[in-house]
Structure formats: C-alpha cells, structure tokens
C-alpha cells in the first residue's frame, strides 16, 4: 500500500509526528503550507486581535489560501494520513482547505490530531465532511510530547 503522510503543523509538534509517522510506514511526506504562514503573533489566541482570533471569530476568514499545488503523484496513493493541530476544537483551518481541494475518492484516509489539551472532538467527522471522497477511518489524537515509541505503536496498528 503506498502511504503519504499530508501534515499541517503551527509549532513544530505535528511535524515531528508525522516524520515518525512517515519513516515506520516509510511513506512519502507533504507539508501542508498556509500562504502567508502563521507568525507566533498570529497563533497567539489570548490576544483578540490576532489572526487565528480573527478567524475563529468570523468562519469565513477561515478559508486559507495554500502555497504551492497538491502532491506529486496524488493519484498514486492508496493510503493518506492527515495530520493536524486542534484550534478551537476542531482541525487547524489550513487543514480544512486542504482538505477541500483534493479529491481522495479511492483512498482511505486516516486523520491525527496533535494536541496539549484538546481531544480529537469532532475534528475527523468535520474533515470528512469537507472532504471529497474517501474511505475515512476513526482518528486518533497523540499528545505533542508523544513518544517515538508511543506514534511507531499507533503506525503498527494500522498495518
């Protein structure tokens, strides 16, 4: 089965997830990127007037634009394992746009939250909602300090 592991990441924490993701599935890999990207003021949800407050504020900001064009060889994948942080609850939105603009009819998607606080709430159902197509399965929230061991345990089981 060919993998891609697609991943969006503010901090760094859902990166480093899915590299250990992709390297014991050893899949291919795809860096989600917001056009323009989040600054640390822009992330910064106390403060009211940041971006990410501005958009949880009005659902329509939150239609992020994306650098760059789908992956390579999009087609060729079977499998898709789509990585996000959890904002407000629900998946970081530059996922959702992503996630919008691909079609994964044939495919099984496996959706993974990274988070401190938050659970995975309803952020796979609301994904598979936007999404086009796909065969998706439960998804499953790894804390952002996880261990390399912990994320290798969570690959074996989808195998």
Same mark, same amino acid.
């Given at each position: 089965?060919?993998?891609?592991?697609? %991943?969006?990441?503010?901090?760094?924490? @859902?990166?480093?997830?899915?590299?250990?993701?992709?390297?014991?599935?050893?899949?291919?890999?795809?860096?989600?990127? *917001?056009? *323009?990207? %989040?600054?640390? /003021?822009?992330?910064?949800?106390? !403060? /009211? /007037?940041?971006?990410?407050?501005?958009?949880?504020?009005?659902?329509?900001?939150?239609?992020?634009?994306?650098?760059?064009?789908?992956?390579? !060889?999009? @087609?060729?994948?079977?499998?898709?394992?789509?990585?996000?942080?959890?904002?407000?609850?629900?998946?970081?939105? *530059?996922? !959702?746009?992503?996630?919008?603009?691909?079609?994964?009819?044939?495919?099984?998607?496996? *959706?993974?939250?990274?988070?401190?606080?938050?659970?995975?709430?309803?952020?796979?159902?609301?994904?598979?909602?936007?999404? !086009?197509?796909?065969?998706?399965?439960?998804?499953?929230?790894?804390?952002?300090?996880?261990?390399?061991?912990?994320?290798?345990?969570?690959?074996?089981?989808?195998?």
């Amino acid at each position: 089965m060919k993998t891609l592991v697609v %991943y969006y990441s503010a901090e760094g924490h @859902t990166r480093r997830i899915a590299e250990v993701i992709a390297e014991k599935l050893e899949a291919d890999i795809y860096e989600i990127v *917001p056009e *323009p990207k %989040y600054s640390a /003021e822009d992330l910064d949800w106390t !403060n /009211e /007037e940041s971006r990410v407050s501005h958009e949880h504020a009005d659902e329509a900001l939150r239609e992020v634009a994306l650098a760059g064009e789908a992956p390579v !060889n999009w @087609t060729g994948y079977d499998r898709v394992i789509i990585g996000y942080p959890i904002w407000y609850g629900i998946a970081a939105w *530059p996922t !959702n746009s992503f996630v919008k603009t691909v079609d994964f009819t044939g495919k099984i998607v496996v *959706p993974f939250c990274v988070s401190h606080t938050s659970g995975l709430g309803d952020s796979d159902l609301l994904l598979k909602k936007d999404a !086009n197509g796909g065969d998706w399965k439960e998804g499953f929230r790894f804390f952002q300090d996880a261990s390399d061991g912990k994320v290798g345990e969570w690959c074996e089981g989808l195998e």
